[in-house]
């Protein structure tokens, strides 16, 4: 006789983010009830101007529930005059960071954005962040309010600031990258308790000649180190089996730029829109200028008319008049002034009641931005910078 073999039957599994995990161990519920939130220094990496790295990639240790990751810069700032003068452009400080760039488990870029936008978005999901008071000279101006700015942090000098005095600066800056949506459901959260997790951190950086305007034999030193700080969840365990609440959600935060720009009704169709995507928020800048002179244009009614979502054949659910207006709105869901000195417009369908509002991109087809710039405006080299924030199925397309 054949001896008759018993298998041990497998317990269900359910994947999640490319990851299989037991389907039992699927509980949100006691997940909160148990686990705990930590932070911890991940990595850090040396940085000096005049030897400059135009990607720096930081390892991130394996473990736990990833919801965040902190960027902080910390180094000095030395300029030297000579025969002629130092200035920064408006890139300086927070655009340092030209993009940072995260990628898990076979997803790339889930985030993909310059540092500027990372700042921006801060401020639109922590409405009670309030950079008000905080002291920063831009072109030229003391600004007390849309700095984007901690009064903890340090810019050495200021945006599009001229005629720099010889001396070293302190420059301290810190910049939030969203892994999850948000911290109360963790939703986008990254499982990284398995050796088969996939994941990269990367930031490119601005090049000196982006950052600083230099005449006759002047110079500038900037060195430091970047610190890569992470905000993570413990998996706990009850019943003999790890708990983790639902990730099968991606979250997403992309960046893209288009100069197909005029004195009209712009309307380009956004990239990499499609079925079971959540659109969450969209925001905006136009950037006007050639090289070192570009500056974001501040929502004004001088500078912008129409600006809107659009769908299908003309749909258009809503409509900002003008570029003041954009300012106003934004301001009130942000509590930040994002549309003065950083010109950002935002159309925020997350603020409010994300459940109602979010956009389904499977059944908007042809999904459009409408910024329509002034007759008025003087556009030289003109780009439109964009930002799409937006949650989707593991397993479903960026």
Request: with cysteine; glycine share 8%; net charge negative.
């Amino acid at each position: 006789m054949v001896p008759t073999v018993t298998r041990a039957t497998s317990a269900p599994q359910v994947t999640m983010q490319g990851v299989a995990v037991p389907a039992e161990s699927v509980n949100p519920t006691e997940f909160f009830r148990r686990t705990r939130r930590h932070t911890a220094t991940e990595s850090q990496a040396s940085y000096d101007s005049d030897d400059p790295q135009p990607t720096i990639t930081f390892p991130l240790l394996r473990s736990d529930i990833l919801a965040g990751i902190t960027i902080r810069f910390v180094g000095s700032l030395t300029t030297v005059d000579g025969t002629g003068a130092v200035a920064t452009t408006r890139r300086w400080i927070y655009d340092m960071i030209k993009a940072a760039r995260f990628s898990a488990n076979g997803v790339s870029n889930l985030v993909n954005v310059s540092g500027a936008k990372l700042k921006a978005r801060e401020v639109m999901k922590k409405g009670d962040l309030d950079d008000r008071g905080v002291s920063r000279v831009i072109a030229g101006a003391t600004v007390t309010q849309g700095t984007l700015s901690m009064a903890s942090e340090s810019w050495g000098v200021g945006s599009a600031e001229t005629a720099i005095a010889d001396a070293t600066y302190d420059i301290d800056v810190v910049w939030q990258v969203p892994v999850a949506e948000d911290e109360i459901d963790l939703a986008g959260a990254i499982f990284l308790a398995t050796s088969s997790t996939d994941l990269s951190l990367s930031i490119d950086l601005a090049t000196p000649a982006e950052l600083f305007v230099l005449t006759g034999d002047a110079a500038v030193s900037l060195t430091g180190s970047f610190q890569i700080e992470s905000t993570k969840y413990s998996i706990p365990i009850a019943g003999g089996q790890i708990v983790v609440p639902d990730l099968s959600l991606f979250h997403s935060l992309i960046q893209s730029r288009t100069t197909a720009i005029s004195n009209a009704e712009n309307e380009p169709v956004i990239v990499g829109s499609g079925a079971g995507q959540s659109l969450l928020r969209i925001f905006w800048q136009v950037w006007n200028g050639a090289g070192t002179a570009a500056t974001p244009l501040a929502q004004t009614d001088t500078n912008f008319g129409l600006q809107a979502w659009r769908y299908g054949s003309n749909e258009t659910p809503d409509r900002i008049v003008s570029g003041a207006r954009m300012r106003q709105k934004a301001e009130r869901l942000t509590n930040c002034d994002i549309g003065g000195q950083y010109g950002f417009a935002l159309i925020d369908f997350a603020s409010e009641n994300a459940f109602r509002d979010v956009v389904d991109l499977g059944t908007t087809a042809e999904f459009r931005l409408v910024a329509t710039i002034a007759a008025g405006v003087s556009l030289a080299s003109p780009g439109l910078e964009y930002v799409t924030e937006k949650v989707y199925l593991s397993g479903k397309a960026a």
